[in-house]
């Protein structure tokens, strides 16, 4: 649709599969907002001590970059089985690594209605977890996802603006961070001729 449209380049944040890149006739800068998240993260939890989670094994690599950027803290993943006639619904979680009395950390991509995001975080306060932070690059927050996380243990959710986050759609614990000037650098480097890969700092 967008070649259709007339576009001959596309710069995209977080693909939930880098694969999908491949499926556009000319090029694509896929950027990360990871650097965004964690810098926020390490600023704002100073002198915890961490620990990164992936809310399932299909994010495990995504966490694996974040726990470089958090200084090589422990990694853990939640194992979840689904339901195949109850759809976007998790029926049991795991955690596999340790999480006892650190600050979690649950990463991933995208929140859309939220219940895997909250039942992870049951599962990383079930097995001792001190706390427990989201973050997220997109936030779809289809309903009930605002309401989800407000009753949930979950201390702070944060968010990049790459999605607009209605009014009616916010709550307290919720922070969004700017992805202007990732973007912005990014053309940046397009329209003079720079290196995009620059701003991966190292992920691909």
């Known amino acids: 649709m967008f070649k259709t449209a007339g576009a001959d380049r596309i710069l995209t944040v977080d693909l939930h599969t880098a694969q999908i890149s491949g499926f556009f006739d000319g090029p694509v800068d896929h950027l990360f907002a990871l650097s965004i998240l964690a810098d926020y993260v390490k600023r704002t939890y100073e002198g915890r001590q961490f620990a990164v989670v992936a809310p399932d094994s299909g994010r495990v690599r995504v966490a694996e970059r974040w726990t470089d950027e958090l200084g090589g803290c422990p990694l853990a993943f939640i194992h979840k089985t689904r339901d ?4 976007n619904q998790v029926v049991a979680n795991r955690v596999v690594g340790e999480v006892e009395g650190r600050t ?5 991509d995208m929140i859309d209605t939220g219940g895997t995001i909250c039942k992870a975080a049951d599962a990383l306060f079930d097995a001792g977890a001190g706390d427990v932070i989201v973050a997220a690059t997109h936030g779809v ?10 009753n949930s243990r979950i201390s702070e959710v944060v968010l990049t603006n790459t999605l607009p986050v209605p009014p009616e759609k916010k709550l307290d614990k919720l922070t969004l961070l700017s992805i202007a000037p990732l973007i912005a650098r990014a053309i940046s480097e397009v329209f003079s001729d720079g290196s995009v890969t620059s701003l991966f700092g190292g992920v691909s």
């Open 141 to 150: 927050l289809s309903d009930p996802a605002t309401e989800r996380l407000k």
């Open 104 to 108: 979690c950390v649950l990463v991933d």
């Open 84 to 87: 195949p006639l109850i759809p």
